[in-house]
Nanobody, 122 residues
Framework: QVQLVESGGGLVQPGGSLTLSCAAS????????LGWFRQAPGKQRDLVATITSGFITNYADSVKGRFTISRDNAKNTAWLQMNSLKPEDTAVYYC????????????????WGQGTQVTVSS
């Protein structure tokens, strides 16, 4: 069974920065895509950013130029560097691992992390 462990959320002032991390543990052979989604109260869960194992990235228009996603394939870990944070970035951020294959080559599977709260407020 795979676990996605997220960390790095918290309270930050507008204009500040935070870095989220997501580490996938288990008998993993490969993860096709790692990404972050967010959900604000009363809203649907939306894409923030994704990165493939070949380091191709995709960002929501609302975060382009402010957020940077990166990953380490050997460590099955992804990071989301968030700069110039705005109050509208406030949400629970969820890590997503898609097209995951186990070391016995079973798959693909998709997993979600438990979520980490990011609050941008003065």
């Amino acid at each position: 069974q795979v676990q996605l462990v997220e960390s790095g959320g918290g309270l930050v002032q507008p204009g500040g920065s935070l870095t989220l991390s997501c580490a996938a543990s288990g008998s993993i052979f490969s993860i096709g895509s790692l990404g972050w989604f967010r959900q604000a109260p009363g809203k649907q869960r939306d894409l923030v950013a994704t990165i493939t194992s070949g380091f191709i990235t995709n960002y929501a228009d609302s975060v382009k130029g402010r957020f940077t996603i990166s990953r380490d394939n050997a460590k099955n870990t992804a990071w989301l560097q968030m700069n110039s944070l705005k109050p509208e970035d406030t949400a629970v951020y969820y890590c997503n691992a898609d097209s995951l294959y186990y070391s016995n080559y079973s798959g693909p599977y998709e997993y979600w992390g438990q979520g980490t709260q990011v609050t941008v407020s003065s």
